[in-house]
């Protein structure tokens, strides 16, 4: 399964009706008619999608969705819940965080109390994180062994895919992967939130609520937003 086969999978699952569940389900459908390998394949691009977009930025904008709740997992549920709207609207976002405020989705939060918003409507989708493995177990009838044999085939198509990745990059002549948009995105969520923000090399302090995402607060206002 290559990126195009993945994101074509995502288009769809954002399209299809019904609750979350059922979009689930259809998806699970998907995968078991198709090799074991695709369904590693897809946790292996799910999880290399989910990463681009774990930017300190997205997770400010998460951050301030949520009213100052967004976790440390629930920051990785919703890049899985982003990656669940659709290639476009990931793009969108994962290169300007301040996009969100034109997903319907996040508008129709906007103004209300956290305690108000459905299961469906939280920005976050966990589920989405292990259809991948029920496929794959059941495909393989590993369901008894914890997850074991498809994290190892995950790890290892991962590798496999940096190998590669590897290999093309050395031969761009830009430096970066081909088709590679990580440039565009803003930060990097590895290494936690709690860095200040510096401009032209002094410390400024942590920078200023509601700078990057003017459209976004301007939905969630600081101090009021989700709480």
Not at 23 to 36: I, K, Q, S
Request: proline residues 4%.
């Amino acid at each position: 399964m290559n990126d195009d086969a993945f994101w074509a999978l995502i288009d769809e699952l954002s399209r299809r009706p019904g609750d979350r569940d059922e979009r689930l389900e259809w998806l699970r459908t998907e995968l078991l008619g198709r090799p074991a390998a695709e369904s590693v394949d897809f946790q292996v691009r799910l999880e290399d999608a989910c990463e681009a977009a774990g930017t300190r930025a997205l997770w400010r904008a998460a951050d301030r969705v949520e009213g100052g709740a967004c976790t440390d997992d629930g920051f990785h549920y919703f890049t899985l819940w982003l990656v669940g709207q659709g290639r476009k609207v990931y793009e969108s976002v994962a290169a300007d965080p301040d996009a969100l405020a034109d997903v319907p989705g996040i508008r129709a939060l906007a103004g209300r109390h956290r305690d108000e918003w459905d299961d469906d409507e939280w920005p976050e989708w966990e589920e989405l994180d292990y259809v991948a493995q029920d496929a794959f177990d059941e495909l393989t009838g590993q369901e008894d062994d914890d997850g074991e044999e498809f994290l190892d085939a995950v790890e290892e198509a991962a590798e496999e895919l940096a190998d590669e990745l590897g290999d093309a990059f050395s031969d761009e002549p830009s430096g970066r992967f081909p088709g590679d948009v990580s440039g565009q995105f803003s930060g990097d969520f590895s290494g936690g939130f709690s860095e200040e923000w510096e401009e032209g090399g002094a410390s400024r302090g942590t920078r200023p609520e509601g700078v990057a995402i003017p459209r976004l607060t301007a939905l969630f206002p600081v101090g009021t937003a989700g709480s």
